[in-house]
C-alpha cells in the first residue's frame, strides 16, 4: 500500500499535539490554568463568607492588599512599542486602606525594568484616568480641572501636550484610538448623570454622537472598544454582551449584530474586553472565569485562561501584531485569619502583570506590584 504526503502529515500532526500550543480558533492545546514558572498553578480555596450574613466575600469585602504593594489598573501595551507599558497604580501603606495621595500612572520599560512616571514628562500627576494610545507615542486621556473636562493628548516621547474642553463633562470611560479613521471613541458621564458615547476628531474637535445611555445600552467603564471593522461592543444591564456595527462615517441608530449572555450577571462589573488589532475577535476577561474570545457573527465563546482561587485575570490588552495577551493578573494568598471579625476568612492579594501567547501560551510575569 502507498501512503500519501497527506498520511506524513497526519502523522506529524497527531505528534505534535502533544507539544504544540492550540491553534488561534482551536479550544484545545496548552494548559488553560494560570501558569507560575512554566508549571500549572490553581488552588481552590475554602469559601469566605460574611459570618453575619452568609453572603459571599466577592459581594460585600473578605479580601484587601498586602501592606506596602501597589494595586495596578488598566495596563495597556504601546502599540508603537512592543517594550513598553502603561498603567496606574495605588500604593497601600495598610493592608485595607489605601493612600490615595499616592496614585502613579507609569511607562514601564519591560526589557529594561524600568519605570517612568508621566508626571516627570508633563509636569503634575493624573492618578486613575481613563486612556487610550494611538500609534505615535501619544496617549488621549481626559481629566476634570476646575469644574470642566478636558480630553488631552500627551506625547510620551517629547512631552508636547493639546486640550480639547469637553464642555459640562465630568469624566469620560470606554475610550479607544479608531484605527480606521484616527477618532477617539469614548464614553461622556454629565454633571446630570446623563451618559453619550461619542466619536471625536481631536485635530478639528468636533464631536459625533453614536449612543445614549437612555436606549439602554451600558457602556461599562473603560472596557468600550471598536474593533478593526467598526464594531463596537458593550453590556447591558441583564448582563448581555452586544457588539454593534456602526458604519464609518454613519452615526445614526446602532446596526445590533449579536448578544450572548455570559452566565456571569452577578460579576458584570469586573468585564474587560479588548478587540484583536487585525482580526473582528472579542477577547475578554473576568476575575471569576477567566480569559475568553468570541469571534464576530459566530456563537462560539472560547476560554483560554481560566480564574483559579489564587489567581485572577482583568484588564487586558493586546499587541499590535496579534501576537500577545497582556493581562493584570491577582494572586491572591487564603488565611484563616480574617482582618475582619465578622468573615470566616480572607484573601490577601498582590497584583502583577503577565504576557502571554494570543492563544494563552507561554505564560510569564513581565512586572510585579509588590
Excluded at 154 to 179: A, H, R, Y
Excluded at 203 to 223: H, V
Excluded at 326 to 340: F, G, I, M, Q
Amino acid at each position: 500500500m502507498k501512503y500519501s504526503g497527506n498520511w506524513h502529515w497526519l502523522l506529524y500532526c497527531l505528534f505534535a499535539i502533544g507539544f504544540s500550543c492550540r491553534k488561534y480558533n482551536d479550544p484545545w492545546g496548552c494548559s488553560d490554568c494560570p501558569m507560575v514558572d512554566g508549571k500549572c498553578d490553581c488552588e481552590n480555596y475554602p469559601k469566605i463568607k460574611d459570618t453575619n450574613t452568609g453572603i459571599s466575600f466577592y459581594v460585600l469585602g473578605g479580601e484587601s492588599y498586602k501592606t506596602n504593594t501597589y494595586n495596578i489598573y488598566n495596563p495597556q501595551i504601546n502599540p508603537a512599542n512592543s517594550n513598553q507599558i502603561a498603567f496606574t497604580e495605588l500604593f497601600y501603606k495598610e493592608q485595607y486602606a489605601a493612600d490615595d495621595t499616592l496614585w502613579r500612572f507609569v511607562l514601564y520599560d519591560i526589557v529594561g525594568n524600568t519605570k517612568t512616571f508621566l508626571s516627570s514628562i508633563i509636569g503634575f500627576e493624573l492618578g486613575m484616568v481613563h486612556y487610550c494610545w494611538d500609534h505615535k507615542n501619544n496617549i488621549y486621556l481626559n481629566y476634570n480641572e476646575g469644574g470642566k473636562g478636558y480630553m488631552a493628548r500627551i506625547n510620551t516621547i517629547s512631552g508636547s501636550q493639546e486640550l480639547k474642553e469637553l464642555p459640562d463633562v465630568e469624566f469620560t470611560s470606554g475610550m479607544t484610538w479608531i484605527k480606521s479613521n484616527g477618532k477617539i471613541g469614548f464614553e461622556a458621564y454629565y454633571s446630570n448623570n446623563k451618559r453619550l458615547y461619542y466619536m471625536m476628531d481631536f485635530e478639528s474637535g468636533d464631536i459625533d454622537t453614536i449612543a445614549d445611555y437612555l436606549d439602554k445600552i451600558y457602556f461599562n467603564y473603560y472596557q468600550v472598544r471598536f474593533s478593526k471593522d467598526m464594531y463596537l461592543n458593550c453590556l447591558r444591564p441583564n448582563g448581555d454582551i452586544t457588539y454593534y456595527h456602526v458604519p464609518d462615517g454613519d452615526t445614526g441608530t446602532l446596526a445590533k449584530k449579536w448578544q450572548f449572555n455570559f452566565k456571569m450577571k452577578e460579576h458584570m462589573d469586573y468585564f474587560s474586553y479588548y478587540w484583536h488589532p487585525n482580526k473582528n475577535v472579542l477577547f475578554m476577561a473576568n476575575e471569576h472565569s477567566g480569559i475568553h474570545y468570541a469571534t464576530v457573527n459566530k456563537h462560539n465563546i472560547v476560554r483560554i485562561k481560566k480564574a483559579c482561587d489564587n489567581y485572577r485575570y482583568s484588564d487586558i490588552s493586546i499587541s499590535e501584531d496579534g501576537q500577545h495577551i497582556y493581562a493584570l493578573r491577582t494572586h491572591c494568598e487564603y488565611s484563616k485569619d480574617a482582618k475582619l471579625t465578622n468573615y470566616n476568612g480572607w484573601l490577601y492579594k498582590n497584583d502583577e502583570i503577565v504576557v502571554m501567547d494570543i492563544d494563552g501560551c507561554n505564560e510569564e510575569v513581565v512586572y510585579r506590584g509588590y
